[in-house]
C-alpha cells in the first residue's frame, strides 16, 4: 500500500485525461484479476470492493464518508439538471477534504505530545 502520508496529488486540468486513464487502466486489470479468482463477475467483484472501501473510509471519518457517497449518488442519478451535478460535485470536493484531514490526523505522531 502506498504511504499516507505523501503528498496528495491534485492533477491540473491539462493532466486531468492523463490520470484517469492511468488509474481506469490500474482498476480494470484488478477487476478481472480479481473477478478471476474469486470466479464472479466484474460487477460483483466493483460491488463487493466499493462496499470494502466505503466501510474503510467510515473508519476515518464516517459523516464525511456518507457524504462523499450521497454525493456522488447525487452526481450519477438520471435527471439530475447540471446546477445539481455541480453542487453535488461541490460536496463530494469538500467531504475528500475532510476524509484527507482525518487521514492526516491519523498519521500524526504528535499526540500526546504538547
Same mark, same amino acid.
Given at each position: 500500500?502506498?504511504?499516507?502520508?505523501?503528498?496528495?496529488?491534485?492533477?491540473?486540468?491539462?493532466?486531468?485525461?492523463?490520470?484517469?486513464?492511468?488509474?481506469?487502466?490500474?482498476?480494470?486489470?484488478?477487476?478481472?484479476?480479481?473477478?478471476? !479468482? &474469486?470466479?464472479?463477475?466484474?460487477?460483483? *467483484?466493483?460491488?463487493?470492493?466499493?462496499?470494502?472501501?466505503?466501510?474503510?473510509?467510515?473508519?476515518?471519518?464516517?459523516?464525511?464518508?456518507?457524504? *462523499?457517497?450521497?454525493?456522488?449518488?447525487?452526481? *450519477?442519478?438520471?435527471?439530475?439538471?447540471?446546477? !445539481?451535478?455541480?453542487?453535488?460535485?461541490?460536496?463530494?470536493?469538500?467531504?475528500?477534504?475532510?476524509?484527507?484531514?482525518?487521514?492526516? &490526523?491519523?498519521?500524526?505522531?504528535? !499526540?500526546?505530545?504538547?
Amino acid at each position: 500500500m502506498a504511504d499516507p502520508r505523501k503528498t496528495i496529488r491534485r492533477p491540473t486540468r491539462d493532466e486531468e485525461h492523463t490520470v484517469r486513464e492511468i488509474v481506469n487502466k490500474h482498476l480494470i486489470d484488478c477487476t478481472i484479476a480479481g473477478a478471476a !479468482e &474469486l470466479r464472479c463477475t466484474g460487477a460483483s *467483484f466493483v460491488a463487493l470492493g466499493v462496499g470494502m472501501w466505503a466501510a474503510e473510509m467510515a473508519e476515518l471519518d464516517g459523516k464525511a464518508t456518507a457524504q *462523499f457517497l450521497r454525493a456522488l449518488a447525487d452526481m *450519477f442519478e438520471p435527471g439530475r439538471s447540471q446546477e !445539481e451535478k455541480q453542487e453535488a460535485e461541490a460536496r463530494r470536493q469538500q467531504a475528500v477534504k475532510r476524509l484527507l484531514a482525518a487521514v492526516d &490526523l491519523m498519521m500524526n505522531d504528535a !499526540e500526546g505530545r504538547a
